[in-house]
């Protein structure tokens, strides 16, 4: 397995405040994803990185941004949260396209 | 659009059953890979098998199988001589090409198996 670190693991914040959420990887995978988790539909993608200043818009994008400056770390940051991004947080990597994508183990953000 | 329907929203089955959990996709693409994770109760996602759409051979891994078939846009993993370790979230992804090589995952919305004692 890919060694993928998210932090934090769980946060609780409130409304209308920034939240950075990290993603930390050592397999030097060029592909770095962001995806939520919510019931009913499965995961979704957020944000994703296809290399160092490279990223681009996934399919909910609204109301989050990234940044990856080195390979290692793709940062997704909630610019104002609401409750709506009450979810929970994966990120993936891979290192070509068409391989499997390995995932951290989630942060679970609430928003109040 | 890319879609993944997993129509078994829940199945439980005592332990020692054969299950089989559906897939179906929708794709215009020609080339396409085929996923299933398994998330158990402590919530992190496992990458079980990738399978790409030229390859519709059946695969098995112990007590894990995979039958795809390209005929009916299918790919149903099964379980056979199910644990009570093989409860837990399973999601079926289809890839979707995006820019610069890099693959979005779509998922279905996952079967919860619980495995009975």
Redesign the interface.
Known sequence: DAGITQSPRHKVTETGTPVTLRCHQTENHRYMYWYRQDPGHGLRLIHYSYGVKDTDKGEVSDGYSVSRSKTEDFLLTLESATSSQTSVYFCATSDRGNTEAFFGQGTRLTVV | AQK?TQAQTEISVVEKEDVTLDCVYETRDTTY?L?W?KQPPS???V?LI?R?SFDEQNEISGRYSWNFQKSTSSFNFTITASQVVDSAVY?C?L?E?????????V????TRLTINP
């Open positions: 993944v890979y996923f994770y919530g992190e996602l990458f990738r790409n999601f992804a890839s090409a995006i820019i610069q090589g890099a693959q979005k995952l998922f279905g919305q996952g």
